[in-house]
T-cell receptor, first 114, second 114 residues
Framework: GNSVTQMEGPVTLSEEAFLTINCTYT??????LFWYVQYPGEGLQLLLK?????DKGSNKGFEATYRKETTSFHLEKGSVQVSDSAVYFC?????????????FGRGTSLIVHP | DTAVSQTPKYLVTQMGNDKSIKCEQN?????MYWYKQDSKKFLKIMFS???????INETVPNRFSPKSPDKAHLNLHINSLELGDSAVYFC?????????????FGEGSWLTVV
């Protein structure tokens, strides 16, 4: 079946540091890839997405590139802020058992200190 | 306007009780989901409905029963609550099944079984 693997957290950074959260996936066919963010006490919300190989999704200074050759979709940001502290989920939508099934990674907690 | 709304937000109840969580979406989406998030933030899909028909039914105890009176509503009823049911339950919706499009999440219902 399909699966998503994210780096374990928490990731702890100082403000203005560079962020990378690794995400790799296993899926048949050509899945769509997503990053969702969950701020404390809230539900998940879409951060960015990419629907085909070599696409780059970007939003709020975050970027991720769909790399089919390495089956990866790493999340990056050049300069994090305290307000970026949240849990980040990598996700894919791919075919499983004849239907499109959304699959989420386990989430990576990011803590940014002033 | 809240896109996906679920009630109650907080629920504390005793073991053995029966409880329901209600969910409504005003986005006109065809597909709705229930997810369970444990204390480690792991997100697990429980059910998915497309136009009131069940399309995803993951390995969930029979005590959990979803009900979709129309495509804008998906309620979750839980019988004979157990301590292990304590979690955050998220309702969500998307335009299609499988999450090929963005999945919109509610703010969550915090269930505590004592």
């Amino acid at each position: 079946g399909n699966s998503v693997t994210q780096m374990e957290g928490p990731v702890t950074l100082s403000e203005e540091a560079f962020l990378t959260i690794n995400c790799t996936y296993t899926a048949t066919g050509y899945p769509s890839l997503f990053w969702y963010v969950q701020y404390p006490g809230e539900g998940l919300q879409l951060l960015l997405k990419a629907t085909k190989a070599d696409d780059k999704g970007s939003n709020k200074g975050f970027e991720a590139t769909y790399r089919k050759e390495t089956t990866s979709f790493h999340l990056e940001k050049g300069s994090v802020q305290v307000s970026d502290s949240a849990v980040y989920f990598c996700a894919l939508s791919g075919v499983s058992g004849g239907s499109y099934i959304p699959t989420f990674g386990r989430g990576t907690s990011l803590i940014v200190h002033p | 306007d809240t896109a996906v709304s679920q009630t109650p937000k907080y629920l504390v109840t005793q073991m053995g009780n029966d409880k329901s969580i209600k969910c409504e979406q005003n986005l006109g989406h065809d597909t709705m989901y229930w997810y369970k998030q444990d204390s480690k933030k792991f997100l697990k899909i429980m059910f998915s409905y497309n136009n009131k028909e069940l399309i995803i039914n993951e390995t969930v105890p029979n005590r959990f029963s979803p009900k979709s009176p129309d495509k804008a509503h998906l309620n979750l009823h839980i019988n004979s609550l157990e301590l292990g049911d304590s979690a955050v339950y998220f309702c969500a919706s998307s335009q299609d099944g499988g999450g090929r499009n963005t999945i919109y999440f509610g703010e969550g219902s915090w269930l505590t079984v004592v």
